[in-house]
C-alpha cells in the first residue's frame, strides 16, 4: 500500500511540474538573440516539427552522433531521459529498455521489447542491435508503446535510425580517429549526382583497437582489442517529378575479441584473491572470439500519386551471422565456457499511403515479415564435477507476421488536434528441432560424441492483437503544445531458447501488454531560445516476460523466459534545449521512474519487486561553446556528463548480488574548427574520473558474473569536409 501511494504521488508531482510549465515565464534578455533551429523527426511516418509531435521523442542529430562519440546503439542511453541500454553478454547483445520496460534475454530468438529501425526497416532480433553508428543524418528515440505505426513488438517504445541520403551537390568528409590502447578509427561518406536524376553516396567506417583494456592474467595478453568495420552504399533516382527511388546496400563485420568477466566461482577458490578487485583483470582461456556478420538491402519507393495522396513501399531483406566463443567461469579451467553459433534472415515489406489536406492526416497501410533463427549454443565442463563434458541445445524457429494499420491526425479547430490509430497484428511462429545434447565422453573438439537428451520437440504459437493509440493536442497557449494520449503497445510471446532438461519448458509463453497513458508539454520560451519538453504516465504492464534463472536443474538454476505476472509503472521525464548565449548551448534531462511488479505468477518473482533495469533517476547534461579564436578559426569546447541511479539487473530470486550503485561518467572534447567548417582537430576523453562500474550482473550455474564498463580512454580527431 506505502509503495502504491508513492507511485501516485510521484505522478501527481510530475502533473503539477507539467502545467507549471505552462505558466512559467522569464524576463531574460538576450544581447543577441539566438534561435533553435528546427528539429524534424519522422516519429509519425512523415516529417514534422519534433515541437508539433503529440509524443516523448529525444532526438539527436547526424552532428550530436559524432560530437558525443556515439559509436553504437548502446551509447545513446548516457543523453537521453529513461533509457536504458546494457549489453546483455559482454560486449554484445544489447538491451534496450524504455520507461524500465525490455528484455535482458541473451537468446536471439526472441525480439526485443524496443522496436529498432534502420531506415525504416525492423531488426527482428537483439543480437543484430550491436551495429555501427556512422554517417547518421539523425537518430530518433520514441517513448511509449508504439501500437501503430511502429507497431512492431513495441511494448517499450521505438528508436528509428535515419542515415544520411545522397545528395545532388558534390560533398564528403573524412575523420581519422587515434587513441590510447592503440586506438585508429576512420569514418567518411562521398556523396554526388551521378546522372541526371540519380544520386549516389557510399559511406564507411572502420575501428580497429589493438590493444585491450582487460588482462587476462592466466595468458598473460590483453583482451578487449576491436575491429569493426561497416559501410553503406545508397542510390536514389528520380524517374518522373512524382517518384522517387532509394536503394541502399549494407555490410558490417564484427572480430572484436570477446571481454572477460569479473566471476565470484562458486567451484573454485583460484579467483578468490581477485574478486571483487581490478576490473580490468580476470582469467580465461586464450581462444575466445567473436565473428559476426551483418548483411542487407533496402528497396524504399516512393510514388506521388495526387498532390494529396502518396504511395511508400518499403521492401527489406537482412542476414545475420553470429559466431560467438566466451570464457564463462573467470579462471583458466573450463567450466561452462560457451559457445554460440547464430543465422538469422529476414525479409520485411511495408506498403502505407499517406493522405494530406490541410486539417487531415491519413496513413494506412499493410506490412509483412517473415524471418528464420537457426542456433546452436554449446557450454563445455570438463574441469566441473559433473556427469557430462559439455551440454547444449539446438533450435530452429520461423516467424510470420502481418499487420493492418490505419493512423489519423485531424485539426478539430485552431488549437485541438486529434490523433487516432489502430494495427491489427497476426503472428505465427514455428519452433522446431529443439532439443537439449550431452556429450558425456569428451568435449566436441576432443572427439566427443554427442547424446540427444530428449527428441526434438516442435510447438507453434499463434496470436491475433489489436493494438492503438488516442490522443488530443492543445496548442491554445502560446508556442506550446499540450497534449494527453492513451495507447495500447504489444509484444508476441515466443519460445525460450535457452538450455533446459525439461521439454515441457520449451512449450511457450505468452503476449505481453501494456496500457499507457501519457500527459506532456512542449513549450518554446525566450523568444525562441529555450524548448522544454516534459511528459508524465502511468503504464498498466500486463503478462510481462520475465527472463532470469527461473528453473531448477541438476546443474543449479537454468535461465530461461516466461510470464511474470503484472506490474505498474509511474514516472515522467524533463528535457531542455537553450541558447543562453552567443556560441552557448545546453542540454539536459531528467527521467524518473516507479516500478512495482503488483502481481506475480511466478515463485521466483517476488511481489513488490521494481523492474530490472529500471533506475529510479536518470540525468544527462551536455554544454557546448563555441567561441571566435581568429577571424578564420573557433574554438570548439563540448562536456557531456550523465547519472544513473541504483539499479537491478535481476529481480528473479532477487539476489543483491546483482544490484550496481549509482554513479556519474563524464566526457570531454575540446578542438578547433574552420569557420567554414572543411576542417576541425579535436582532443577528446571519455570516462575521465575513469569511474569503475558494472554494465551488467548476472547469476549463472557457476556464479555471479560482472561485466565493466570502459576505463578511461582519450585520443585526437582530424576532421576534413568538402
Excluded at 503488483?598 to 561553446?625: C, H, Q
Aim: overall charge negative; aromatic content about 12%.
Amino acid at each position: 500500500m506505502e509503495s502504491c501511494s508513492k507511485k501516485y504521488e510521484v505522478l501527481m508531482n510530475l502533473i503539477i511540474c507539467l502545467f507549471g510549465i505552462l505558466i512559467v515565464e522569464s524576463s531574460y534578455a538576450q544581447t543577441q538573440e539566438r534561435v533553435i533551429e528546427e528539429i524534424v523527426v519522422t516519429a509519425q511516418k512523415r516529417e514534422q516539427n519534433l515541437n508539433d509531435v503529440s509524443v516523448a521523442v529525444t532526438a539527436f542529430s547526424g552532428e550530436d552522433v559524432r560530437a558525443l562519440g556515439l559509436a553504437q546503439p548502446v551509447d545513446l542511453a548516457a543523453q537521453t531521459p529513461n533509457l536504458n541500454i546494457n549489453n546483455t553478454f559482454q560486449n554484445t547483445l544489447p538491451n534496450i529498455s524504455i520507461r524500465g520496460i525490455g528484455l535482458n534475454d541473451y537468446a536471439v530468438n526472441n525480439n526485443p521489447a524496443t522496436g529498432v529501425y534502420i531506415d525504416e526497416v525492423y531488426l527482428v532480433s537483439p543480437a543484430m542491435l550491436g551495429f555501427q553508428l556512422f554517417d547518421m543524418e539523425r537518430v530518433e528515440v520514441i517513448k511509449g508503446p508504439q501500437g501503430t505505426l511502429f507497431g512492431k513488438n513495441t511494448t517499450a517504445g521505438a528508436v528509428n535510425f535515419v542515415s544520411a541520403k545522397p545528395t545532388e551537390a558534390l560533398e564528403g568528409y573524412l575523420s581519422l580517429d587515434a587513441g590510447n590502447y592503440n586506438l585508429f578509427g576512420a569514418e567518411g561518406a562521398f556523396s554526388g549526382e551521378i546522372a541526371s536524376g540519380l544520386m549516389g553516396r557510399f559511406a564507411f567506417q572502420t575501428t580497429q583497437q589493438h590493444e585491450g583494456h582487460i588482462k587476462n592474467r592466466a595468458t598473460g595478453r590483453d583482451v578487449g582489442s576491436i575491429d569493426r568495420t561497416a559501410w553503406r552504399a545508397s542510390l536514389n533516382w528520380t524517374p518522373t517529378e512524382s517518384a522517387d527511388i532509394f536503394l541502399s546496400l549494407h555490410s558490417g563485420t564484427d572480430t572484436s575479441d570477446t571481454w572477460l568477466i569479473k566471476v565470484n566461482n562458486s567451484f573454485t577458490t583460484e579467483d578468490d584473491l581477485f574478486f571483487p578487485g581490478d576490473p580490468n583483470e580476470s582469467a580465461g582461456r586464450f581462444d575466445t572470439f567473436l565473428d559476426n556478420k551483418a548483411e542487407g538491402a533496402a528497396l524504399t519507393v516512393n510514388w506521388d500519386l495526387s498532390e494529396q495522396l502518396l504511395l511508400t513501399s518499403v521492401s527489406a531483406y537482412e542476414t545475420y551471422e553470429r559466431h560467438y566463443v566466451e570464457d564463462r567461469d573467470g579462471t583458466a579451467l573450463i567450466h561452462l565456457d560457451g559457445e554460440y553459433l547464430n543465422d538469422i534472415a529476414q525479409y520485411s515489406q511495408e506498403l502505407r499511403l499517406t493522405y494530406q489536406r490541410s486539417a487531415l492526416s491519413l496513413i494506412a497501410g499493410v506490412f509483412y515479415g517473415t524471418d528464420e533463427v537457426e542456433t546452436r549454443d554449446r557450454f563445455d565442463a570438463p574441469d566441473l564435477p559433473f556427469p557430462f563434458m559439455s551440454v547444449g541445445n539446438e533450435y530452429r524457429q520461423e516467424t510470420d507476421s502481418a499487420a493492418l494499420f490505419a493512423h489519423l491526425e485531424w485539426l478539430l479547430s485552431d488549437n485541438i488536434n486529434l490523433t487516432a490509430g489502430l494495427r491489427y497484428t497476426d503472428e505465427e511462429k514455428e519452433f522446431s528441432d529443439a532439443f537439449t545434447f550431452l556429450y558425456l565422453d569428451a568435449i566436441p573438439s576432443a572427439g566427443g560424441t554427442q547424446t540427444n537428451v530428449f527428441p526434438p520437440v516442435h510447438n507453434n504459437y499463434d496470436v491475433t492483437d489489436v493494438s492503438g493509440k488516442i490522443s488530443l493536442d492543445y496548442r491554445g497557449f502560446e508556442d506550446t503544445l499540450l497534449y494527453f494520449s492513451a495507447s495500447k503497445g504489444f509484444k508476441s510471446g515466443a519460445f525460450q531458447g535457452q538450455l533446459t532438461f525439461t521439454p515441457s519448458d520449451l512449450s511457450g509463453f505468452d503476449e505481453e501488454n501494456v496500457f499507457a497513458y501519457e500527459l506532456g508539454v512542449k513549450r518554446t520560451l525566450i523568444n525562441g531560445s529555450m524548448q522544454i519538453n516534459a511528459a508524465a504516465f502511468f503504464y498498466d504492464y500486463e503478462d510481462i516476460q520475465i527472463y532470469g534463472p527461473i528453473f531448477d536443474s541438476p546443474v543449479g538454476p537454468l535461465f530461461g523466459i516466461t510470464n511474470a505476472g503484472d506490474a505498474e509503472l509511474v514516472g515522467g521525464e524533463i528535457e531542455l534545449l537553450w541558447l543562453p548565449a552567443p556560441g552557448l548551448e545546453v542540454r539536459t534531462g531528467l527521467g524518473l521512474i516507479d516500478s512495482e511488479i503488483t502481481d506475480s505468477i511466478l515463485a521466483t518473482v517476488a511481489k513488490g519487486s521494481e523492474l530490472p533495469n529500471a533506475p529510479e533517476t536518470n540525468f544527462n547534461l551536455m554544454v557546448r561553446y563555441e567561441f571566435p579564436l581568429t577571424t578564420t578559426w573557433m574554438v570548439d569546447v563540448l562536456f557531456d556528463t550523465s547519472y544513473k541511479d541504483d539499479v537491478t539487473y535481476d529481480i528473479v530470486r532477487a539476489p543483491e548480488e546483482t544490484k550496481e550503485d549509482a554513479y556519474w561518467v563524464s566526457n570531454a572534447r575540446i578542438g578547433l574548427r574552420s569557420n567554414n567548417e572543411r576542417w576541425g582537430l579535436y582532443l577528446w576523453g571519455r570516462n575521465l574520473s575513469d569511474k569503475e562500474y558494472r554494465t551488467q550482473i548476472q547469476r549463472t550455474t557457476i556464479g555471479f558474473v560482472e561485466t565493466y564498463g570502459m576505463p578511461r580512454t582519450y585520443g585526437i580527431t582530424l576532421d576534413v569536409a568538402f
